[in-house]
């Protein structure tokens, strides 16, 4: 067994910072590695009916969290540059008048490069929206049509300009690795071409085959073998840590101070509200000694047909106390900096003993780290990260 600093004799469940996710379920077109709930977007988007919808949303889950501030907003989807500002700015506006919001507050706003134009960036700055995160995938035209994207690499480069004309300070790209036909060369020119751009924040990832989606049915032909892919990672890590990129999670490297605090929340066990069609939302429940994870219908048509009563919610579940070491693992162990006993406790309520078995384990094998009070996965463990939040598993 492993010895741990000491501790309080009964660990007490407490409340994280809490976020909000607001989900734009609508695409122009479905990517085939696209595993996320989007849905191919109609002639003619009921974008008021599912602004009505989102706050009504919203309304019915303050309950959970009255007297809690809000530490950041996300947009995901699907696409949500396809809303207009004026959308977006009623869905904040929205949130301000029911919810606290903290100081320098994150908004976030996914948005594809096909789907923007200058006077829609501007729009959504004036409506409070102060990150931007962009799908670009590839430079590769060639790539980019493997990949099912509808915009080419010229229009990634002007939709960046034309949020930085707009004012946008704080942009993300999206970039994959170990695509069809792509070698080492290729994944570094992708990847050079990113930092010339000059984002303060970098998502590198592995296109991986996700099942329930066109690509996992019917794999492309030309993609890497495991030993190519983790020669294209070492070698962009590398470039991206010249370059001023310092590598904070898996798939995420930032200029300082730019860190993405929503996804930060998440990889720290915090709390956060989803709202939307297939929106997921966990939320820690002190007085119950319970947390508790809900999700919402993830069909468009059938989230607006409910989302005004309490059928809105598709499932919800209180969290097993045996499952609870695996979730917080999944997320704090693809942190760099991992974290620690004592945060475990407090988002789990449960003593740090119940890593006893396991932490040994992961030590033995070399894929884990301990200092004191905080841990992280070895850079072995990150190689085999699978495996090792597997240790957690409940059995």
């Known amino acids: 067994m492993l010895f741990f600093p000491s501790q309080p004799p009964d660990a007490v469940l407490s409340l994280p910072p809490l976020a909000l996710y607001v989900h734009i379920p609508w695409c122009v077109r479905k990517c085939p590695y696209c595993d996320f709930n989007s849905h191919r977007a109609p002639d003619a988007l009921p974008v008021a009916e599912y602004v009505r919808a989102l706050i009504a ?110 004012g946008f300070d704080n942009i993300n790209l999206d970039l994959m690795y170990a695509l069809p036909g792509q070698d080492l060369s290729g994944a570094l020119s992708d990847l050079e071409q990113a930092i010339a751009l000059g984002p303060e924040h970098l998502s590198h990832y592995h296109l991986t085959l996700e099942p329930n989606t066109l690509f996992a049915a019917k794999p492309p032909p030309g993609l890497p073998d495991e030993d190519s892919a983790w020669d294209m990672q070492a070698a962009c890590q590398a470039r991206l840590a010249e370059a ?20 930060l929340n998440y990889w720290q066990f915090g709390d956060y509200l989803g709202i939307g069609a297939g929106a997921h939302g966990k939320i820690t429940l002190p007085a119950e000694g319970a947390v508790l994870r809900r999700w919402k219908h993830k069909h468009p048509q059938a989230y607006l047909d409910r989302a005004h009563g309490p059928e809105r919610i598709g499932c919800e579940q209180r969290l097993a106390a045996a499952d609870l070491p695996f979730e917080f693992m999944l997320n704090a162990l693809r942190l760099l900096e991992g974290s620690e006993l004592s945060t475990f406790e407090a988002r789990t309520g449960l003593p740090r003993s119940t890593l006893d078995a396991p932490f040994a384990e992961a030590r033995r094998r070399g894929w884990l780290q301990c200092e004191g009070e905080r841990f992280h996965a070895s850079e072995l463990g990150q190689r085999f990260q699978n495996d090792l939040i597997g240790l957690f598993l409940a059995t």
């Open 57 to 166: 949303d919203l309304e019915q889950e303050l309950p959970q969290v009255w007297g809690r501030s809000v530490s950041s907003i996300f947009f995901g989807g699907g696409t949500p540059s396809l809303f207009p500002g004026a959308a977006i700015g009623e869905i904040l506006a929205a949130v301000a008048a029911r919810l606290r919001l903290a100081p320098g507050l994150e908004v976030t706003l996914e948005t594809n490069p096909g789907t923007v134009e200058f006077d829609r960036f501007e729009a959504y700055r004036a409506a409070g929206v102060n990150r931007i995160s962009f799908g670009v995938q590839s430079f590769d035209d060639a790539r980019l049509a493997v990949l099912g994207r509808i915009h080419d690499s010229g229009e990634a480069r002007r939709a960046f300009e034309l949020a930085r004309s707009a």
């Open 244 to 263: 001023g990129y310092a590598q904070y999670e898996i798939s995420a490297y930032a200029r300082a101070g730019r860190r993405s605090q929503h996804n």
